[in-house]
C-alpha cells in the first residue's frame, strides 16, 4: 500500500493561497524549479490540473476550490499536533497585531479595545488600518491579522468567520430637519434627499430594492465611498444618511437619528481571519478581546 506524501498538503495550501509559483516557493524557501515539480506530483496525485494559466498569473481549478476549502483545517491540525505546548505569557507579549476595519469600528470599540490589551498585555500595539474593499488578499499574505466586516461573495472561503454582533440601517439627518420632529413613514422617507455609501460607486442599494417592492423611489443626490463622509453632509445639510446604527455610534453623536420604515434584514457583522492563525495563542487571545469589547453594550447616543 502506498503511503500519501503528506508534505504535499501544505504545499498545496501555500500555493492555492499564493496563486503563484514563484510566490509559494518563496514563502516555502524552495527553488521554483523544486515548487513545478512539487505542482507536477500535485496534479498527477490529484488527477487535476489545480491552477492552470490565464494571462501572466494562474487561477484555481473548480476541484481546487474545492479543496481550498478543506486543507486550511487539515494543515492547521497537523501543525498544531506538532508545535510544543505554549503557555501565553501576556505580561511579556511583545507584538504588533494590524487590524483592517471600515470606518466607524475604531471609533466605537477602540478606545475599549486599546484599554483591555493595554491593560492585559502592555507590550502589544494594535494598528489599524482602512478597509477599502473586500478583497481577502491581505489576510492570505499575512499583513493583517483580524479582520471585522459583513461575509458576502468576495469573502476568501478559507477564511475564518466568527460573528460579532447584528445591525440594523438607521436614517440620519441634522438637528431640526422636517424628519427630526416627524413619526418617519415610507413615503416621508423616500420624499427626502438621500446620501447613498458605496465603495464601488454603485446607484442603487438594498434600500432602494424594499422601497421599489412598497412601490417608491428616493432621490439620491450623491454617492460617498464611507459612512463618515455620509454624516458630514447629513451634518451640515438637509440630505438624509442610512447608516449602520451600532458601528456608527459615536460617529452620529449630536445627529439625530430614527429607524427606517422599511423591512430590511439585519446585517452581521463578523470577526475575519485566516486559518493559519487558529492555534496561534496570541492571535486566540486577541480575537477573545475584540469579541469581549463588542458583546458589550452600546453607549447611550446624544442627540437621539
Excluded at 477564511?159 to 422636517?178: E, I, S, T, Y
Aim: net charge positive.
Amino acid at each position: 500500500m502506498t503511503h500519501p506524501d503528506f508534505n504535499l498538503l501544505l504545499t498545496l495550501d501555500v500555493l492555492l493561497a499564493e496563486g503563484s509559483v514563484a510566490r509559494a516557493a518563496r514563502r516555502l524557501r524552495l527553488s521554483p524549479s523544486a515548487m513545478s515539480r512539487a505542482l507536477a506530483r500535485l496534479r498527477e496525485v490529484t488527477g487535476d490540473p489545480l491552477l492552470v494559466r490565464a494571462g501572466r498569473g494562474l487561477v484555481p481549478t473548480p476541484r481546487a476550490l474545492e479543496l481550498r476549502g478543506r486543507l486550511g483545517p487539515l494543515v492547521q491540525e497537523v501543525e498544531a499536533v506538532l508545535r510544543p505546548a505554549e503557555t501565553l505569557d501576556l505580561t511579556r507579549l511583545a507584538r504588533t497585531f494590524t487590524l483592517r476595519n471600515r470606518e466607524g469600528f475604531v471609533e466605537n470599540f477602540g478606545p475599549a479595545l486599546i484599554a483591555r490589551v493595554g491593560e492585559q498585555a502592555p507590550g502589544v500595539r494594535l494598528r489599524f488600518v482602512p478597509k477599502p474593499d473586500r478583497d481577502s488578499a491581505t489576510l492570505r499574505d499575512g499583513s493583517v491579522d483580524l479582520e471585522t466586516g459583513v461575509v458576502g461573495d468576495a469573502t476568501g472561503p478559507e477564511l475564518r468567520a466568527q460573528a460579532l454582533f447584528r445591525d440594523r440601517f438607521v436614517g440620519v439627518v441634522r438637528p431640526g430637519h422636517p424628519l427630526s420632529g416627524a413619526a418617519v413613514t415610507p413615503a416621508l422617507y423616500a420624499a427626502g434627499r438621500h446620501i447613498l455609501v458605496s465603495r464601488r460607486g454603485a446607484d442603487r442599494g438594498p434600500i432602494d430594492d424594499a422601497l421599489n417592492a412598497a412601490g417608491l423611489r428616493r432621490e439620491i443626490v450623491t454617492v460617498v465611498g464611507g459612512f463618515s463622509e455620509a454624516l458630514a453632509l447629513a451634518r451640515a445639510s438637509d440630505l438624509i444618511a442610512s447608516v449602520p446604527e451600532r458601528y456608527t455610534g459615536t460617529l452620529r453623536v449630536g445627529l439625530h437619528s430614527f429607524p427606517l420604515p422599511l423591512i430590511l434584514p439585519e446585517v452581521t457583522i463578523s470577526l475575519l481571519w485566516h486559518p493559519r492563525m487558529d492555534a496561534d495563542p496570541a492571535h486566540r487571545w486577541l480575537r477573545g478581546c475584540v469579541r469581549e469589547v463588542c458583546a458589550e453594550p452600546p453607549m447611550p447616543e446624544a442627540g437621539r
